[in-house]
């Protein structure tokens, strides 16, 4: 499996309260101990709100996982083009917009730095946002070269704009089941059915502030709802080819 979408929580590193919230220690070797049964070969780790503009976690994490693992991390607009550079060279592949957790959500301001990072490094963009968000970013969503909307969207009142923008080359994660306000089964299908490479699934570990934490059973679900085939690539190829991870190396 490819991970599409963790965090690390390192209490070596700085943490900043977002909307009053701080989250429990959650280490590398917390997260390779939680997800041992589940055959993970590689992933992207995603900075949270909590954790900034500051890159010491994700370079630490980065460097504790290894290869397979891609960065995701959150930059202020004035951020020099040496320092996209130099997170690129340590794996980081994407600036993130937490915009449902009170990050800038100006469309000009958004489009600007997106175009920026993927000119410079070859970067997309990730959202984490919801339906009315949605509908105003729609327009930048449709001009961005490469980008990616996180736990489905989110909302249920976010799926029929969601669908076109699929169409268009939008991938979408599969992630935070039980933290999401829609049928995660019927967004799955109809997500799918829009673009085949479109899901990427990830744990969402740790689960910030989820109603119910990820479950083992999540990927279950993924296969119930989609067929083992279908499945395949959503759990692992369609996210090693959009982070453009190294395939593991052949067995002897």
């Known amino acids: 499996m490819i991970d599409a979408h963790l965090h690390i929580v390192d209490p070596r590193f700085p943490l900043e309260p977002n909307q009053g919230y701080v989250p429990a ?5 917390d997260y390779t101990r939680r997800t041992c049964s ?21 370079r630490a994490a980065l460097a504790a996982l290894g290869p397979g693992f891609a960065g995701v991390t959150q930059l202020p607009p004035s951020v020099p083009d040496e ?5 690129d060279r340590i794996g980081v592949r994407a600036v993130r917009f937490a915009l449902r957790r009170g990050a800038d959500a100006d469309p000009a301001r958004i489009e600007r730095l997106a175009r920026r990072v993927h000119e410079l490094a070859g970067w997309h963009a990730e ?3 919801d339906g009315s968000a949605l509908e105003l970013l729609a327009p930048v969503l449709r001009r961005l070269p490469r980008a990616c909307v996180d736990h489905l969207g989110m909302t ?8 076109p923008l699929v169409e268009r080359g939008l991938k979408v994660k599969a992630t935070g ?7 995660v089964p019927r967004a799955l299908r109809e997500i799918h059915a829009a673009d085949p490479t479109a899901l990427l699934f990830g744990t969402d570990l740790p689960s910030t502030r989820a109603r119910r934490p990820f479950r083992d059973d999540d990927v279950d679900l993924v296969v119930a709802v ?9 759990l692992h190829d369609n996210a090693a080819a959009w982070y453009g991870l190294p395939r593991p190396a052949a067995s002897a």
């Open 38 to 58: 589940l055959g993970v070969r590689g992933g992207a780790v995603v900075s949270g709100s909590f954790q900034g503009h500051n890159q010491s976690h994700l």
């Open 226 to 234: 989609l067929g083992e085939d279908a499945a395949a690539a959503v």
């Open 156 to 163: 249920a009142d976010a799926q029929p704009q969601l669908l």
């Open 127 to 129: 959202f984490y946002l």
């Open 25 to 29: 220690a959650f280490t590398v070797a």
């Open 177 to 183: 089941f039980g933290r999401l306000e829609l049928d």
């Open 83 to 87: 320092q996209v550079l130099a997170l």
